[in-house]
């Protein structure tokens, strides 16, 4: 579709990226706090009616550090890191699911519908967030050498995986306490777990777990966003500093430093970032599903021949085109509830960084060469015109 409409689905896709991040920088002391509550004093200032207390921003700021030169120091270290604090969320996980179905009670769970279509609508504003991550697969895959058919049954399997993990979490949730309970819950999860045993000690272990759960989402949107912004630069979409490599460590250096930056930022906003975050990325993230499903119907047909290691239906044949085109609808049907007088119209503040992220994202399309055509010779024409720009100012 050309460069700008990749630099456009790909800034939408790193919005998103960036967005979890800060959002996580947030929830990190978030967590912190309901752990310890001596965290939750010495208030430095309030926004949007909520309090920023100072070790809030003392933990989100030296995690984002921490985080950032972990990953500058290479993949190697952050697969580690990433492995080790999953194992533990799994095994959280795990207690939770064996309690409640042992502890709990069946009544717990009803009603077991309730909202109707208002319910369900407010469940699907905040699915793209939830669900954000199986695309980082690709983004690292390279490094980690990762066949390309592979990467396919990768992303399925993680989006399948995080489908069952949600379910398990709310059914577990549910089972564990009446609803009249859950409802005045600080942290549902926690709570209704501590409620259903008897003790603290387990509202505790569900939040450990939640915390790990955090970071890890976090460094992996950090390890996303990063490589995206490298290859944007790489292929002369955005400004050459974002591409950077660190001399030593080969890590895009200059791309992790903006995002850790920016997630540094956010913990000074405090809880109401929680919110802003989630609001603001969602339509990015569902823009940019709505170009790769568009995407995809125009590769059907102007490259029907092309080498596909993961293959929706026959060669060919019209479940592609079905499946692109259920793909098309749904996520434009997504993208139509942020509309004005719609359910999911942003407030001022998701408004605000929505459209200072967009406004940086639509000058690095407009200094794009014109004229370079759509096709599998695009990034070299691209470059070779880039090339071209550079050796006109030198001379003038």
Known sequence: MGPRA?????????????TVAMFQSVAVPRAAGYLFPGLNQ???????????????????VVTSILLTVMNIRGIRYASLFQTSVMTFLVVVAVVLAASAVFGGQPANLEPLVTGGSGGVIAVL?????????????????????VPPRQIGKLIVISVIMATLFYIVIVLATAYAAPRDEVV?????????????????????LVVAGGLAGIVTTWNAFLIGASRLLWALANSGMIPAWFGRMHPKNGTPVNALLFVGGITTLSPFFG????GWAVDSGGPSIIFTYLMVALAFL?????????????????????????VGAAAVLSTAAMLSLYLPGMPAFLD????????????????????IPG??????DAEHDLLAKLAERRRRRTKA
């Open 6 to 18: 990749a630099l456009v689905g790909s800034w939408g896709i790193v919005g998103g990226y960036v």
């Open 42 to 60: 010495f208030s430095v200032w309030s926004v949007a009616g909520s309090e920023v207390y100072l070790p809030w921003i003392v933990i989100g």
């Open 125 to 145: 504003l905040v699915v793209p967030f939830l669900f954000l991550g199986f695309d980082v697969i690709p983004q690292s895959a390279e490094e980690a050498k």
């Open 184 to 204: 005045v819950f600080d942290l549902d999860t926690a709570d209704a777990l501590a409620y259903m045993l008897g003790h603290p000690f387990w509202g505790q």
């Open 271 to 274: 809880v109401a970032m929680l």
């Open 298 to 322: 125009v590769l059907r047909r102007k490259e029907p021949g092309m080498d596909r290691p993961m293959r929706i239906g026959r060669p060919g044949g019209a479940l592609g085109p079905i």
């Open 348 to 367: 001022v503040e998701p408004w605000l960084i929505f459209l200072v992220w967009w406004a940086i994202g639509i000058w690095f399309a407009v200094r």
């Open 371 to 376: 004229g370079v055509k759509a096709g599998p």
